[in-house]
């Protein structure tokens, strides 16, 4: 029976880790701290908001007030940190908004808990999750290790990393128990359609361009959401106090190879002629500072906790497009609006 607080429950991979939570622990007492920015979308949780054990509260984690009241108002145990501003094209527009939540947030997210928990920290815990992205770019060889040296490149990176550098600064200083994760790009379903494979599977669907920054030879590295929600249940529950934990799908794709394979999928289920997706490939101008290569030696939480990838590479995308194309009214709802103009930003001015 724990007091668990998730931050950036509505996001992505949040939504995912409180869904698999809510269900694994019904003991357990599990809020959900999210100031739904757009990324944010309470459609992703409907089916386990009414649960006895959830509770949603909206609130800025740079808010201090209001975050240290909720510790105080639940006596949290256990803290899994994921809210954050994620898109690193967003953070080349937008540095600021990466500094007041990747940083500022975390930061007093860390002094909630050492204040709430006032060096009592039996049975505690603040896992904090990170990004691959901290570790800089890679050339054609070679996986990230945890003891690789941070060479953040993009303002999202960099924010993510100042913010790994306070959580181990809390744990060094004031012996906050903290453990952290570095994962790769994920993908599944509930992610917001700016990522590379919900905007592609979106655009396939309306006929539009498909913008590939560069050559399309950047490789990236990727991971189901769902294992990597599996990955963090483990690790909030064995993960060694003070450690980090790389997380990765040894599933290494060049972007373009991986447009071509999703471009033939969607031309199978939705009944189009073959090529007829690819045609709709554009190359854009490249994306400023973009890295080359992520790839993750996933091997320390392998051997120590034995966690791998449930699903091969092939099920998760086929799980994924399905999902888009069942979902389009959650599509359609997050591709309104604000969407349009972040879009035309990106895309048509470049
Ligand atoms: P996301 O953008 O989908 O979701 C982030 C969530 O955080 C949103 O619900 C948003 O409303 C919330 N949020 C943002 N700023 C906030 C603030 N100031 N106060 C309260 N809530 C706030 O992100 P995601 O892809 O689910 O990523 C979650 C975490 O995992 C992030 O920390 C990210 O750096 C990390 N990560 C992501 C990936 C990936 O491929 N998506 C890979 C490795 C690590
Ligand atoms: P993205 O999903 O933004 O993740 P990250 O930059 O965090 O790895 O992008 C994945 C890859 O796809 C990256 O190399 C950039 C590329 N990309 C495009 O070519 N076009 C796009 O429109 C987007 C969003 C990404």
Partial sequence: MKNILITGGAG??????????VNKYPGSTIVNLDNLTYA?????????????????????????????????EFSFDTVIHLAAESHVDRSIANPMDFVHSNVLGTVNLLNAA???????YEGKRFYHISTDEVYGSLGDKGLFTETTPYDPRSPYSASKASSDHFVRAWYHTYKLPVVLSNCSNNYGPNQFPEKLL?????????????????????????LFVKDHAEAIDLIVGKGRIGETYNIGGHNE????????LLCNIMDKKLGRTPGTSAEL??????????????AIDAGKVQRELGWKPSVTFEEGLEITVDWYLTNDQWLQQV???????????????R
């Fill in 281 to 294: 490939i554009t190359y854009v101008k490249d994306r400023a500072g973009h890295d080359l290569r992520y």
């Fill in 335 to 349: 591709t309104s609006g604000d969407y349009m103009q972040y879009y035309r930003k990106q895309y048509e001015e």
């Fill in 40 to 72: 944010g979308n309470l459609l992703n949780l409907t089916d386990i908001e009414n649960r006895p054990n959830y509770r949603f509260v909206k609130n800025d984690l740079v808010d201090d007030e209001g975050v240290f009241a909720l510790f105080k």
């Fill in 12 to 21: 992505f991979i949040g939504s995912h880790v409180v869904r698999l939570l």
């Fill in 253 to 260: 794709w060049k972007n373009i190879d991986l447009i071509r």
């Fill in 114 to 120: 050492k204040f709430t928990w006032k060096d009592n």
């Fill in 198 to 222: 919900p905007l592609f599977i979106n655009n396939i669907l309306h006929k539009k361009p498909l913008p590939v920054y560069g050559k399309g030879e950047n490789v990236r590295d990727w």
